[in-house]
């Protein structure tokens, strides 16, 4: 079920889609009113809120919904309009225009005395009611509200009513033990009712039919999803009804933090390496693409690819902030072999590429920096404007050999910054006067190139690299607020550059195999701040690099062998058959603040959040951690993409999970990128038919061999559990949290006399759930959460625990007040 925000999911949930009526050429559910108003007394006291969606009024009642349904029918010449004053034109128009109209009000049966409303995430916006002489019927500053829940409709049961993708939704809400076959309801004033053989309900109107989508509802069996069938059932008092088939009574709520996963691609061989997020939360990505019918946009600059020549062509593609509609998508390319690995997006919108190319005929712009192909094949940087319909600038960046721009970064005055590995026979890879060194040593080196806001000249580019015969190469790039870059890659050279003090100043095993390395480069380019080796003496890989607001450096990759490794970080033993590594390195470079292996798996793109926080993604196939709320605790295929969050000391998980389906050729993720509220959003490469999508998504099937993807997580803030005692307590017991008030971190200690399973849950003052802190069995003993409200506002919250015996015949239920103060 695809969903917008957070949604929980009980033990049953049930997802139906907002009434569409499917006249012909005609869709009335529409709309870019996606709020819900309050009655402040300007209607019938029975309405709760009011819906207004293109075509449809809908009437939110404690027993249900009174759907107003219109259409509005002009029949106008538009020539007599243009002869006509403003007053004959108006006159005009009401005389021609017809408005259609018909009612049907769904009733819920039975339902409880004590329902209540809550109106969810209020609009800076309000309306004002003042219509007739009657000043009781008068209403100001009315609230506006994102959705909206009705608690206690059933015993356990709420429903929630929100907005998804302009579409009105309603969740039915089923709590541990609800019976199902409570809630049903009726519907009066429509002309006929069935049930088609897609499960959907469909109403007769006079308008034309209205659908309410199938019903869609699962509970979580061993760590995966299962789905349990649910259907309306048609009864023989008239009413509808809802039908579930066996499940597991007993389930507790389960977090589905799925916001939205699509597939981006055609019918060929497609690759998403590189994306990044907007304050909108809007998505961009880049990578390459192999087929000719991968989807790409009206006015986009490059609707077809690049010739009859092209093999593989870069894409850019941006997605709308709920994975539903591209809101550009794009072809870059020429003949031959392209591939975009990097993107950058500035305050505007604009997206700035860089990756490689073969072909002679790349796109370049009239004074950019250097507009032919100089070699077999060159680096490239590209500004595309935020509406990807042009160029802004595009130019190759190479000499004679073949070159390759890996990463990008750019600065609050544009400039662009790229690294990657130069390979110019001739040693001509453009270099700048001062810079730190400006020539080829050995066959291949890394580089750092900086070029000015409007693509015209270079500002300073260095290489940066030994003699090594297999070379050195940079993979990842970031720049501080001083306009130092930091980056990270893999060297086979003895003699790769490094600063006195550093880390580690000498390479570590043997030259056939590679060590990492973190260079940190001046802002003029003209000098090492520092540069350290960090080896394994088998092999190592250094494929991302990221900074925090102090300047420690954070990089993540690929290790086998004796992998340097700090006391007290999550996994401290060596892994000698290879795996992820994450490490943190002080902003001097001379010392680890903290390194730690994860698992069997090989990490591709690491970011970190205001809190030291780190997220990395990358592909697993054989055993590796997840954590127990994880979306996907096991491998589902030969290879899963994966994402995982460390906490700031490197110590523990705070999430870990799989993402992928079955494929034999198995799912990679290339590329993560995190928005203020936690959301983690990766791309990469999927060839499993069964990926997890989400409905609603821009493309929710395999296209072709393997696809790109989008996939957005909601990742919560970390809580951790810890025993604090052996003993066991003879009674169950929630205690007050301390310190209070607090900020932004809590201790919230209980005891459990028996073996329980245990949840805990914050709610603000509204009654809404802003965080699940526990969900897990634990043994009898006593316990403490560590709470982190970090993205909370201050004000007073609720922490709720609910506990139940293993055998069942204990149960213990308690709130408590906290005041976070900021």
Known sequence: MYKKLLILCVLFCAAVNAQQLNNPQQTLNQTNKSFFIQNKGQWDPEVKYLASIGGMNAWITNSGVVYDYYRITK?????????????????????????????????????????????????????????????????????????????????NIDIKYYYDNGMLRYDYKAKPGADISQLKFKFDGQEGIRINEKGELILKTSLGEVTNGKIYAYQTDGGTQKEVECKFEQRQDGTIGLKAEIY?????????PLVYSTYIGGNNYDSGNSIAIDSSGNAYITGWTESSNFPTTSGAYQITMGSMLSNQNVFVTKLNSTGSSLIYSTYIGGNYYNSGNSIAIDSSGNAYITGWTEASNFPTTSGAYQITLAGAQNAFITKLNST???????????????????????DSSGNAYITGEAYSDLSNFPVTSGAFQTSLKGNMNAFVTKLNSNGSALVYSTLIGGSGVRGDQGNSITIDGKGNVYITGYTYSSNYPTTSGAFQTTFSGNPSESNVFITKINSSGSALVYSTFIGSGVGAYGTSIAIDANENAYITGWAEGYYPITSGAYQDTTLFGGGVFITKINSTGSALVYSSLIGDAFGNSIVTDVSGNTYITGYASSDYPTTSDAYQITLGGEQNAFITKLNSTGSALVYSTFIGGSGEFGDQGNSIAIDANGNAYITGEIASYNYPTTTGAFQTTLGGFQNAFITKLNILNPTFVVSNSSNVPNKFELMQNFPNPFNPTTVISFALPFSSNVKIEAYNILGERVRELLNAQKTAGYYEVYFNATGLASGVYLYMIYAKSIDGKSEYRDTKKMLLLK
């Open 248 to 256: 597991d009574s007993t389930k507790e709520l389960i977090i589905d």
């Open 388 to 410: 990807g319909s042009a160029l802004v600038y595009s130019t190759f960046i190479g000499g004679s050999g073949t070159d390759q721009g890996n990463s990008i970064a750019i």
């Open 75 to 155: 029949n106008i010449d538009e020539t007599k309009i243009l002869k006509m004053n403003l007053r004959q034109k108006r006159d005009y128009e009401s005389k021609n225009t017809s408005i259609q109209g018909h009612v049907v009000k769904m009733q819920l049966v039975n339902t409880e005395n004590n329902i209540t409303g809550t109106g969810n995430n209020r609009k800076e916006g309000y309306y004002n009611y003042f219509i007739g002489n009657d000043q009781s019927k008068w209403a100001s500053n009315v609230p506006l509200y994102d959705n909206v829940e009705l608690q206690g409709v059933y015993k």
